[in-house]
């Protein structure tokens, strides 16, 4: 089996260790490399080309979105996925739209975790499902607003 390739981007070196020493349990995670900010994670992806990036958002220099920017044209078959504390709609929508594959909490439980990394490694999106609610409400608000072109029957 191919082992997950992870990179841990964080301006805590507490929060690298514990996730690190946490994912190195996992049998099927490599952590390869690590950053302290976003310009450093911008070499280290260049240097290590790993599967999923775990980006923390507010970090020192550039921050996170920014580094989820510049890896989205400079290392494409990198994967991000947002590791933050912040629940907030604003930093959700903000990520997304930098070209992060998933959005998750670091209040989340460590099997949650684990998930996200398989589902964004999968080529799949991973957000959140405490998050995913502001989405479905912002879809709904909208299809409420736009008129549908036909009505679609019980039958179809």
Known sequence: MKKIRLMLVDDHEVVRVGLKTFLQTQPDFDVVAEASNGEEAIDRAMESHPDVILMDITMPGFDGMEATRR??????????????????????????????????????????????????????????????????????????????????????
């Open 71 to 156: 890896l989205r044209v400079l290392c494409p078959e990198c994967l991000v996925l947002a590791l933050t504390v912040h629940d907030d709609k604003q930093y959700l929508m903000q990520m997304l739209a930098a070209g992060a594959s998933g959005y998750i909490t670091k209040q989340a439980a460590a099997e949650e975790l684990v998930e996200a990394i398989h589902t964004i490694a999968e080529g799949n999106v991973y957000l959140q499902p405490a998050l995913a609610r502001w989405l479905l409400e912002d879809y709904q608000r909208l299809a409420r607003q736009t008129k549908p072109s036909r009505t679609v029957s019980a039958e179809e």
